[in-house]
């Protein structure tokens, strides 16, 4: 027979726990107020995240004042409220576990991978009702495997567990999928409650997936926490699309050239301040107030090799030389009354000029153009070779053609008149080869 006493301790024991089941109640997960992140201007660290949730049944007991699976529910949501909606991410959301009458297999798709919609990611949450079931953790790792398959760029996956009773099949799971993706996949876990082996579950998982952290969900409850959080996962480095070390945001010459050194705003280097950056300057060093054509050289608008700033003489014809100051060198030198050249030659028994003496007689049209007070006559010489009447008409004739070509190039008609010798002056003696040819000659003559 059983003691009276017993029955009764068993009685109120009994009782005292079903009223302690009873009264048990958590309180609702704290408010909470999202701090704005800024992804502007900078790159995206993880194009991709796909959050995996415990909603097994040991999610369905207290942690502190709260049940677990809000506090995880809450992380997702608060998360969720936190990254920008325009930021460009694909999610999507998986659980593990969850009540039987609701979720009939081990692990299930409530939010599909595609672009982030906080109030879908709210929709999905709202369907996590209860904890319920195993925890296969393993087997969400690898469906999410496949829910990843195919998307570009670089993928986070965020588990929220708290890892109760976990062991070798999780490390298995976390090992396989960062197998699969290598790089560019992260894992980043989330513990919720204060499982030691949980802890130190998180910390391997981590580890295996090598680009990723873990954290306590603790961690994550201020709007400022979550903030730190989503940066740290989410959101890179300020793009630098021309790679010059200059943040597109503050880039004011994007699409430097590789390898072209810039100043703070991004722009090249122009350290004679003449407009052309230094990596496309041939002339650098150029003079303050130059003005410079597109490679950074002085403007040369006549070609003759002075910068427009310092050419006395603009408007030189092609090919006539010049000294410094840009003006022809004088050919008729000052303080002379006359002047020879024999390098003016013709036809042979013809008056038309060889194209080979065009450059002196441009140099000569120059110099008298840069002496607009200089009148000449042009003499025509020739040797004594053949009828001295011949020879006195041929003299008349090239120098007359010479004046034509001095007035094509823009000398005044007034300023010419020519003049044929024939023979009849001979400045060497036309015995020989030598005499000869320094007889054959236009000479200009100053008129006073």
């Given at each position: 027979m059983k003691h009276p006493v017993s029955n009764v301790v068993l009685v109120l024991m009994i009782a005292s726990l079903m009223g302690a089941c009873a009264t048990t109640s958590y309180q609702p997960v704290p408010a909470f107020t999202p701090v704005d992140v800024d992804a502007g201007g900078h790159a995206l660290k993880s194009q991709n995240v796909a959050v995996i949730l415990d909603a097994s049944s040991s999610m369905g007991e207290g942690y502190q004042q709260w049940k677990k699976l809000d506090i995880a529910t809450a992380v997702v949501h608060n998360m969720s409220e936190t990254i920008p909606a325009d930021m460009g991410v694909k999610s999507g959301l998986r659980i593990?576990?969850?009540?039987?009458?609701?979720?009939?297999?081990?692990?299930?798709?409530?939010?599909?991978?595609?672009?982030?919609?906080?109030?879908?990611?709210?929709?999905?949450?709202?369907?996590?009702?209860?904890?319920?079931?195993?925890?296969?953790?393993?087997?969400?790792?690898?469906?999410?495997?496949?829910?990843?398959?195919?998307?570009?760029?670089?993928?986070?996956?965020?588990?929220?567990?708290?890892?109760?009773?976990?062991?070798?099949?999780?490390?298995?799971?976390?090992?396989?999928?960062?197998?699969?993706?290598?790089?560019?996949?992260?894992?980043?876990?989330?513990?919720?409650?204060?499982?030691?082996?949980?802890?130190?579950?998180?910390?391997?998982?981590?580890?295996?997936?090598?680009?990723?952290?873990?954290?306590?969900?603790?961690?994550?409850?201020?709007?400022?926490?979550?903030?730190?959080?989503?940066?740290?996962?989410?959101?890179?480095?300020?793009?630098?699309?021309?790679?010059?070390?200059?943040?597109?945001?503050?880039?004011?010459?994007?699409?430097?050239?590789?390898g072209v050194k810039v100043d703070t705003a991004g722009c090249s280097l122009d350290s004679d301040k003449d407009g052309v950056p230094d990596y496309l300057d041939r002339c650098p060093g150029t003079p303050a107030g130059m003005k410079v054509d597109q490679t950074g050289c002085p403007l040369d608008s006549d070609g003759d090799g002075v910068p427009d700033s310092l050419d006395k003489c603009p408007g030189t014809p092609s090919g006539v030389k010049v000294d410094v100051s840009g003006c022809p060198l004088t050919v008729l030198q000052s303080g002379?009354?006359?002047?020879?050249?024999?390098?003016?030659?013709?036809?042979?028994?013809?008056?038309?000029?060889?194209?080979?003496?065009?450059?002196?007689?441009?140099?000569?049209?120059?110099?008298?153009?840069?002496?607009?007070?200089?009148?000449?006559?042009?003499?025509?010489?020739?040797?004594?070779?053949?009828?001295?009447?011949?020879?006195?008409?041929?003299?008349?004739?090239?120098?007359?053609?010479?004046?034509?070509?001095?007035?094509?190039?823009?000398?005044?008609?007034?300023?010419?008149s020519a003049r044929g010798y024939g023979p009849d002056r001979p400045i060497a003696e036309n015995a020989t080869k030598l005499g000869r040819s320094k007889n054959r000659r236009v000479q200009f003559t100053k008129v006073e």
């Open positions: 593990f576990g969850g009540d039987p009458k609701t979720f009939s297999k081990s692990t299930s798709v409530v939010d599909d991978v595609g672009n982030f919609d906080k109030v879908e990611v709210d929709k999905a949450l709202s369907t996590i009702t209860k904890a319920g079931g195993p925890s296969p953790l393993g087997k969400a790792a690898a469906a999410v495997s496949d829910d990843l398959e195919g998307l570009d760029g670089t993928s986070a996956v965020i588990i929220v567990t708290d890892a109760k009773g976990m062991g070798a099949q999780q490390i298995a799971g976390a090992t396989a999928i960062k197998e699969k993706f290598g790089d560019s996949l992260c894992l980043y876990p989330i513990l919720v409650g204060d499982d030691a082996n949980g802890q130190k579950l998180m910390e391997e998982i981590a580890r295996i997936g090598g680009c990723g952290f873990a954290v306590n969900a603790d961690e994550l409850a201020s709007g400022q926490q979550m903030a730190d959080y989503v940066q740290k996962v989410f959101i890179g480095k300020m793009m630098d699309s021309d790679g010059d070390g200059v943040s597109d945001a503050m880039d004011k010459c994007p699409g430097t050239p590789a002379a009354v006359s002047w020879t050249f024999n390098e003016i030659s013709f036809e042979v028994s013809k008056a038309d000029i060889k194209p080979v003496s065009y450059g002196i007689l441009d140099e000569i049209a120059a110099a008298i153009g840069a002496n607009p007070q200089l009148k000449v006559v042009v003499e025509g010489h020739t040797d004594n070779t053949g009828a001295r009447a011949f020879n006195m008409d041929l003299s008349n004739r090239r120098a007359q053609s010479v004046v034509n070509y001095l007035v094509g190039k823009g000398v005044s008609p007034s300023r010419l």
